[in-house]
């Protein structure tokens, strides 16, 4: 059975740092490619970031400079480290496993996890 659980939400001031993680069980890890989504309320799931299994990356233009992604195979758990947020990244955040990651995109894969609240306010 293949899970994937989001953790380090939660709510910080503008300008501030938080980490997320997604750890994985059911499947071998360094073998799927792996992103981050979030969903805005009332808008549509979006990418944010994602890395491949050779460790290339892509970021959305909105992840750009203030996020960076990251894996760890030895813990089958993928990262995002958010610095500098803003209001507007106020989501739920996903980690999403075996979709498309390349020089032009990412795309969602089969495996998704119950996703994290991250919320940014003063």
């Known amino acids: 059975q293949v899970q994937l659980m989001e953790t380090g939400g939660g709510l910080v001031q503008p300008g501030g740092s938080l980490r997320l993680s997604c750890t994985t069980s059911?499947?071998?890890?360094?073998?799927?490619?792996m992103a981050w989504y979030r969903q805005i309320p009332g808008q549509q799931r979006e990418p944010v970031a994602g890395i491949g299994v050779r460790d290339n990356s892509y970021y959305t233009d909105s992840a750009k400079v203030r996020f960076t992604i990251s894996r760890d195979n030895d813990k089958n758990t993928l990262y995002l480290q958010m610095d500098s947020l803003r209001p507007e990244d106020t989501a739920v955040y996903y980690c999403?496993?075996?979709?498309?990651?390349?020089?032009?995109?990412?795309?969602?894969?089969?495996?998704w996890g119950q996703g994290t609240q991250v919320s940014v306010s003063s």
């Open positions: 059911g499947i071998t890890f360094s073998n799927y490619n």
């Open positions: 999403t496993a075996g979709g498309e990651v390349t020089s032009h995109g990412i795309g969602p894969g089969p495996y």
